[in-house]
Nanobody, 122 residues
Framework: QVQLVESGGELVQAGGSLRLSCVAS????????MGWFRQAPGKEREFVAV????????SYADSAKGRFTISRDNAKNTVYLQMNSLKSEDTANYFC???????????????WGQGTQVTVSS
């Protein structure tokens, strides 16, 4: 288990960019795959992106491909989500999570942060 704290969410205009950060506590961060998920009001939480423990593998939801980039810095125990060309439909609470698997499935992620709110105004 790791403790995760997200930051970077804010109000931004459509077409703008944001970079979310997620800092993990503990010395085992580099052994976990890390994912980003989001939950919009009234909707189910959904997968956004995942990165392997070494950063050599990434996978994105179709809605994120070409606009979002997941990356990590294991020396800083931090995973990032760079979001460009933001749309109003990207408005959601964004969560990072840790998993032993390179997975898109929420059930595979055992540790979750509290989330950071991203609001995109049109």
């Amino acid at each position: 288990q790791v403790q995760l704290v997200e930051s970077g969410g804010e109000l931004v205009q459509a077409g703008g960019s944001l970079r979310l950060s997620c800092v993990a506590s503990g010395r085992t961060f580099s052994s976990y795959a890390m994912g980003w998920f989001r939950q919009a009001p009234g909707k189910e939480r959904e997968f956004v992106a995942v990165i392997s423990s070494t950063g050599g593998y990434t996978s994105y939801a179709d809605s994120a491909k070409g606009r979002f980039t997941i990356s990590r810095d294991n020396a800083k125990n931090t995973v990032y989500l760079q979001m460009n060309s933001l749309k109003s439909e990207d408005t959601a609470n964004y969560f990072c999570a840790a998993s032993e698997y390179n997975s898109r499935e929420q059930a595979r992620f055992g540790s979750w942060g509290q989330g950071t709110q991203v609001t995109v105004s049109s």
